[in-house]
């Protein structure tokens, strides 16, 4: 394999698995994020992205996208387990989450998710050329900058944290918490969705390494990692494109007509996670139904919950938790043919979700704790007509950018069904001005402007940035 001058780390790969008609599984290109970002740059790059493929054993057989090549890590069912729902998915993500959900310390997780960051770090050892950039995703690899700095000192080393970081209190309970911490001060770059986890990290490296620190750079030894929030996006135009297609538009104005014409539709997207606040939702949902705020007559909630994590504890718990709140409130508060709920557990394609965000009159993303939330950002982009209302919890990193959708605190049920009202009988004018603060900070803010910014901030001698497109 040619060296690759810019090689991304992830634990997935960019690529969705599709049961084709025949049966047969295929892979293709994720839509939107990271993958499309790096498209341009990877144009002129030589690329690779190194990640692991979502399945068990020998890595199937996959596709490469366009110019870049795909390093496949593969991973035995012992270390999906350990690794992968283990240490970090219910160690590191409900902890990094506020701990909404209690962490589960498991000694043994520990050195299956060190023995699969090394994996991946000597992976991108391999397939880097010299000098290249390496930029490293997620709390899955936070092990993975230092361990790449060790095998690779000539390489310029990105780390990005795509969930939120969180203070010292919460921090200070993980066991391998100095590991962890030396893990990702391996990077050159440390990035986050928002400035308070920059504050976080340097509280930390004070505390804990007794280095020399600030918001936006700490001094580890003879070297300074820089920190800086880059909050991340979506490609505005790819949204814009399938929101516009004919068919897309058609299947918009069937499901309203599916789901009742005079109807006030309010549509809830999310993985079926505990961080995502659904149960927190339906019980706002439940009351203002209660209370004969809202009839079934004239209102209907969409709920899609993509399944997700479905081999993790605490999402089976979720999902049965859920699904016995759908059907309560439904058995209570249902007229035949018209439900209160409409529930998806499903994976959705994306064009009938463009469908779904423009047939809704109120988006409600209330997350108790998200790093972005890119649904929120979705619908904006999906949203022509600059019709429409967002209510956005203020625990969301997409809050600090959109702060003209209809904010509320999840955590307080009373403010929830407030401002669920609200948006609800909002003055039209209100809304197209809030839409349209909204869209114009998303049109400069897109998935392009954030990969440009950060990989910019990353090399400082200029060699990345001279490839970078210009927008
Ligand atoms: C979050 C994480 C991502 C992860 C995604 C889906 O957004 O930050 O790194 O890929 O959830 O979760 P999954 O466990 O399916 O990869």
Redesign the pocket.
């Known amino acids: 394999m040619r060296p690759s001058s810019l090689v991304v780390v992830a ?2 790969l960019p690529l969705d698995d599709n049961i084709a008609p025949d049966g047969a599984c295929e892979w293709r290109r994720s839509p939107g994020g990271l993958a499309s970002a790096l498209h341009a740059i990877l144009q002129q790059t030589p690329a690779t992205w190194v990640g692991w493929s979502g399945a068990i054993g020998p890595s199937p057989k996959l596709p490469s996208i366009g110019s870049l090549r795909l390093r496949p890590v593969t991973l035995t069912e012992q270390e999906q387990s350990g690794y992968y729902e283990g240490f970090a ?1 219910s160690t590191l993500w409900p902890l990094y989450h506020d701990a909404v959900q209690q962490p589960v310390f498991q000694r043994e997780w520990w050195e299956t998710y060190r023995a699969v960051n090394q994996r991946f770090a000597e992976a991108a050892a391999e397939v880097a050329g010299r000098h290249a950039a390496v930029w490293v ?2 709390y ?1 690899l936070q092990l993975v900058p230092q361990m790449l700095r060790e095998l690779r000192p000539d390489l310029l080393i990105g780390f990005f944290m ?2 939120p970081f969180p203070p010292p209190e919460l921090f200070m309970q993980l066991p391998r918490r100095i590991e962890l911490l030396v893990g990702m001060l391996g990077a050159d770059l440390v990035g986050f969705q928002r400035e308070q986890a920059g504050h976080n990290l340097a509280q930390l490296a004070q505390k804990l390494l007794g280095a020399e620190a600030t918001d936006d750079a700490i001094t580890v030894g003879e070297r300074t990692v820089r920190t800086g929030a880059f909050p991340v996006s979506i490609d505005v135009a790819e949204m814009r494109a399938l929101a516009a297609r004919p068919d897309v538009v058609g299947q918009a104005r069937q499901l309203r007509h599916d789901l009742g014409e005079s109807k006030r539709i309010l549509l809830s997207v999310d ?1 079926l996670d505990y961080t995502k606040g659904i149960e927190h939702r339906l019980t706002a949902y439940r009351e203002l139904l209660r209370d004969g705020h809202v009839k079934v007559r004239d209102t209907v909630l969409v709920q899609v919950a993509v399944p ?2 479905e081999r993790v504890d605490s999402y089976r718990d979720l999902r049965d938790r859920i699904e016995g709140e759908v059907g309560r409130i439904n058995g209570e508060y249902g007229r035949v043919g018209e439900p209160a709920i409409h529930y998806l557990n499903q994976r959705f394609d994306r064009s009938l979700l463009a469908a779904l965000y423009q047939a809704a009159d109120v988006m409600v993303v209330t997350p108790l704790r998200d ?1 972005m939330n890119l649904v929120a950002k979705e619908f904006v982009a999906a949203r022509e007509d600059e019709t429409g209302a967002l209510v956005l919890s203020e625990f969301a990193g997409a809050a600090a950018e959109l702060s003209a959708a209809f904010l509320v605190n999840p955590h307080d049920l009373d403010d929830l069904k407030q401002t669920l009202l609200r948006a609800m009988e909002a003055d039209p004018a209100d809304l197209s001005a809030r839409m349209r603060a909204m869209r114009a900070h998303l049109a400069e803010h897109d998935i392009m402007a954030w990969a440009r910014a950060y990989l910019t901030a990353l090399d400082h001698t200029g060699r990345l940035a001279r490839r970078l497109p210009r927008t």
Do not use: P
Request: hydrophobic share 10%; glycine share 8%; charged share 35%.
């Open positions: 634990n997935r998915n995703q997620d899955h795509h969930v993985r997700s994590r790093g």
